[in-house]
C-alpha cells in the first residue's frame, strides 16, 4: 500500500471513529420517565399551565406542544420575546427552555427559574412527548 493510500485509510479510519463515538454519546442521553414527567409537571408547571388544549393559564397550554411554533397559540397574550423567538419546540429546545427559561427566550415573562437536574428535566419532556398523540 502506498504513503497516499495509508493516509486515506487512516483519515476514513478517523472519520469511522468519530461518528460511531458521536452516535454512542446521542444514543447514551438520558431517557425520561413519563410517570414521573408528570408528577414533575404537577409540581413545577400545573399552577400555571394546563395540559387541555386551548384551556390557557397563566401561561400557555401545553398540550401537543412538541413541533409547534413558540408563541403562536390562539388565545394566548404572548410576550414580544416569545412572539419573535422564531422558536420550534423540539425536545430540545424544550429541554434548554425549562433549563433556563429567561436565559434561553430574554424578554420573556414566565417566572420560573428553570430546573437544573438533568434526569428531571427527561422525564418532563418525556410526558410533554406523550401528551397529544
Known amino acids: 500500500m502506498s504513503g497516499q493510500s495509508k493516509k486515506h485509510w487512516i483519515s476514513v479510519l478517523g472519520a469511522l ?16 420517565d413519563a ?7 404537577a409540581t ?4 400555571c399551565h394546563s395540559m387541555k388544549e386551548g384551556k390557557h ?6 398540550f ?18 416569545m412572539k419573535s423567538s422564531n422558536v420550534t419546540w423540539t425536545a430540545e429546545a424544550l429541554g434548554r427552555y425549562v433549563t433556563s427559561p429567561k436565559g434561553f427566550i430574554p ?5 420560573y427559574d428553570g430546573m437544573e437536574n438533568p434526569g ?3 422525564d418532563l419532556l418525556a410526558y410533554l412527548s406523550s401528551q397529544g398523540k
Not at 17 to 29: I, L, R, S
Not at 44 to 47: D, F, L, P, V, W
Not at 57 to 62: C, D, E, T, Y
Not at 107 to 111: A, D, E, N
Open 44 to 47: 413545577h408547571c400545573a399552577e
Open 35 to 41: 410517570q414521573k414527567g408528570a408528577s414533575l409537571f
Open 120 to 122: 428531571e428535566r427527561a
Open 64 to 81: 401537543s406542544i412538541l413541533g409547534t411554533k413558540a408563541g403562536q397559540q390562539a388565545g394566548y397574550a404572548y410576550s414580544e420575546a
Open 17 to 32: 471513529v468519530f461518528v460511531c463515538g458521536a452516535t454512542a454519546h446521542v444514543q447514551a442521553q438520558p431517557v425520561g
Open 57 to 62: 393559564k397563566k401561561g400557555p397550554a401545553l
Open 107 to 111: 424578554g420573556g415573562k414566565m417566572k
